[in-house]
């Protein structure tokens, strides 16, 4: 497996991942109604190209295949993070998470955040995230509980 950064080729790719993740995966820890309005039917590549506009979109290539892909944006935020859904617990998102912090220390960046699903949680504190907050957030007109976390560089 590498990690290397998205192309526009990929979004559709990755879409899919996003939305069969989150409905395979993260529907153990929120309700149909949630993860239809986290993940709608409706999404569209348009969107997923433009997201590229403004975050550095890195993907897990596994044979050609995209296993995994995360979003990083200058300020050390960490926006979407998955892992495909047949790959869960074989390092993706371990591999992914290397490839940020490597990112955030090459611009000087002493703080990486992000905002996680229950289900993301664990992942993350086990690499050195804390919570600042659990927070319910609205989409779609659906409330979902997520938590904002941090993990400080040395």
Known sequence: MKIRQATQQDASEIMKLFYETIHTINIRDYSQEQVNAWAPDTMTVDKWVKR??????????????????AEFEPDGHIDCFY?????????????????IVTQATQLQLSRLFVEVSIT???????????????????????????????????
């Open 52 to 69: 590229q506009d403004t975050k550095q979109t890195f993907v897990a290539d596994h044979n050609g295949k995209i296993v995994g892909f």
């Open 120 to 154: 993301a949680r664990p992942f993350f504190e086990h690499r050195g995230f804390a919570i600042v907050k659990p927070q319910e957030v609205e989409c779609r007109g659906v409330k979902l509980i997520n938590f904002v976390m941090e993990r400080y560089l040395s």
């Open 83 to 99: 892992t495909h859904k047949d790959f869960q617990g074989q390092s993706v998102g371990t591999q992914l998470l290397d490839t």
